[in-house]
């Protein structure tokens, strides 16, 4: 599962992909700040992690 560094605590927060898509909020376990993680604000930090979920579906051929 991709993840993300808590701006805050630096703790690795793991997220669903679509869940970013949606928009969802994300509470840190660590320090309980939330945090919402949008596709379009956080592009460059998602690129990676986007990347390498599309390569995970071409190996898995999932939808
Ligand atoms: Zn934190």
Known sequence: MPSIPCPNCKTQIEFDLKDILNSKNFTCTTCNIKITLSYEDNK?????????????????DID
């Open 44 to 60: 460059a930090a998602l690129k990676n992690a986007k990347e390498k979920l599309d390569e995970l579906k071409d190996k898995l």
